[in-house]
């Protein structure tokens, strides 16, 4: 069964920067989708970024966010900088176990952590 845990948010003032981190287990860093996404209350869950046989996508954030990997660690990352209060978000790491459409949508995926808060303030 896989298990995702997400940390690393918190709260921020606009321009700060945070690091998110999500811990797979039971589940092996291969080349299918590992992404991130956010949600809003009342709003669809969307794609932030994903990566794809080490291979980055970006949505909206290019420049500002960086998703990597610890193959190792069996870690993915979110490095967000310069941030801002329309960033002020849940933000859940997935993992697909199969190919399934693009990365950056959420029906690609088979496996969610349960969130972390990431709050902008100005």
């Known amino acids: 069964q896989v298990q995702l845990v997400e940390s690393g948010g918190g709260s921020v003032q606009a321009g700060g920067s945070l690091r998110l981190s999500c811990v797979a287990s039971?589940?092996?860093?291969?080349?299918?989708?590992m992404g991130w996404f956010r949600q809003d209350p009342g709003k669809e869950r969307e794609g932030v970024a994903a990566?794809?046989?080490?291979?980055p996508y970006y949505a909206g954030v290019k420049a500002r966010f960086t998703i990597s990997q610890d193959n190792s660690k069996n870690t993915l990352f979110l490095q967000m900088n310069s941030l801002t209060q329309e960033d002020t978000s849940i933000y859940y790491c997935?993992?697909?176990?199969?190919?399934?459409?693009?990365?950056?949508?959420?029906?690609?995926?088979?496996?969610w952590g349960q969130g972390t808060q990431v709050s902008v303030s100005s």
């Open positions: 990566i794809f046989g080490g291979t």
């Open positions: 039971g589940y092996t860093f291969s080349s299918y989708c």
């Open positions: 997935a993992v697909a176990s199969r190919y399934g459409g693009s990365c950056l949508q959420p029906e690609a995926y088979s496996a």
